[in-house]
């Protein structure tokens, strides 16, 4: 089942899980998805060893997206 | 902005976008600069020396500092590795089994007896902690460290680690580009200064960098 998790102080948080057949639950992901791109997270699919990709729109067949804090040298 | 570029560099615009060939200069200057600290400070032991051994304990001073200065620059390489002395937060464990679907078998395990996630790129070999990596380029015979950490407070450390992988494995030259350079040289100058749980690591991707194709 596809998810969409946050990386935040808890280890992560499921925000959303939808299935291929559920347009509604699709729909409230993108809909949170949305939302948290709007507070500065960056959504993430990660693609196998060594890849990942930038998404700006919820994948509906990524089975996880992962949504990440920006990173800034120290 | 190009397709698949990390976002973050829109945050350093006056940074040309780090290369192959750019992180290479990078270690030959480091390299020259090292050179340009310890050269006069041994020539200036060895002339005072030669002109009067009574100026033995100057010559001593000026040769501390020949050695001090570049062992000053390796403490702030190995600092981007470092794992903060703190109690680790309850979500920890939560945290790590994440990263360690992230990684596999071999990284995974050496994650959690070293706290450093070994990653391949396409420049070479990166260690990740909490607050930095580490680039061992290829062949294995140079490091590169930098200084780059999540935004946000409050995240565990494996968060904070898988952070750095993922931005990593989007856009390898971007995460160079928003990573600030600390340190270049030797992986002995570094390996002597990291704490002994990390140099497992270390020596893990000196070898997967020494066959690196």
Redesign the interface.
Known sequence: MPRL?R??????STLAEWTAGDEAAYNVAVEEFRRQLDEGY?G?V??G??????VRELPADAPTV?L??????? | MEAGALPELAAVPWRRRASEASIRRRGQLWTLTTVAHVVPFIAVAVVLMLLQPLSAPVAAAALAHAWIIPELYAVRGANTIRPKRREPPLSEPVAQGFLGDLLGHEERDLHRSTGLAVERGRLGVWLVGEAGAVLVTPGGRRVHCFCVAATEGGLPPSDRIAHLLLALRTDETGFATVANHAFSGAPWRLRRRMDGRGRPALAAARRAAASFS
């Open positions: 998790i990386m935040d102080h808890t280890g992560h960056i993430v990660s693609d060893p060594g890849q990942a990709t930038q992962i990440r804090r920006p990173i800034a040298g120290g």
